[in-house]
């Protein structure tokens, strides 16, 4: 939608990534002086900090898609503002002491939930079928796992991903039995 996004990250991985799909990436000290909206997606908490406020534009606007309410230190901006108001549903604005305006969505909450209709049953069906397909293998597998965290085995995601696709009528391809056996070996190709 022609939108210049700027890509703040912790994680040299996903920070390549961005940067190999075209993305700037950069400390959010630096991304806060220039961005106009700002959204969170960490699942951590305090990402945008008192001192990343402080930086922003005057009415820069500032949302979290990524985990409760706690990934903007809101009680931080709330120590930096001299005052506070809503403006419409869904959106506060905290006036600085310096007299620049953030607005805040949803009150920092998850903005797809606290100010829209959240999420689609078309999205919420595979969510729940992949959660109940990881109890079904927690269970079979009682007294044999290690007491950790286990991501989700790959093939219940894909079980899911081909149930959905079959039940949307999408068909995709399959591997031949020789790029099977391509794929599986180490004898040919670079």
């Not at 961005?35 to 922003?56: P, S």
């Amino acid at each position: 939608m022609a939108a210049n996004v700027i890509v703040t990250e912790v994680d040299p991985l996903p920070a390549l990534e961005a940067v190999m799909d075209g993305f700037a990436v950069m400390p959010i000290k630096k991304a806060a002086r220039i961005g106009d909206f700002f959204c969170t997606l960490t699942g951590n908490i305090n990402v945008i900090r008192q001192d990343h406020f402080l930086l922003m534009k005057d009415g820069a606007i500032v949302a979290n898609s990524g985990h409760f309410n706690v990934e903007l230190d809101l009680m931080g901006l709330e120590r930096l503002a001299k005052s506070r108001r809503k403006i419409r549903p869904f959106v506060e604005e905290y006036t600085l002491r310096n007299g620049r305006r953030i607005n805040v969505l949803g009150e920092g909450r998850l903005i797809n939930l606290a100010a829209a209709e959240g999420h689609p049953s078309s999205v919420m069906d595979m969510s729940f079928a992949n959660q109940v397909l990881a109890v079904v293998y927690l269970a079979t597998r009682e007294g044999r796992l290690e007491n950790v965290v286990h991501p989700v085995p790959v093939d219940i995601d894909r079980e899911v991903a081909r149930r959905k696709l079959a039940a949307m009528q999408v068909g995709i391809d399959t591997l031949t039995g020789e790029q099977v056996s391509y794929l599986s070996s180490w004898e040919e190709g670079t």
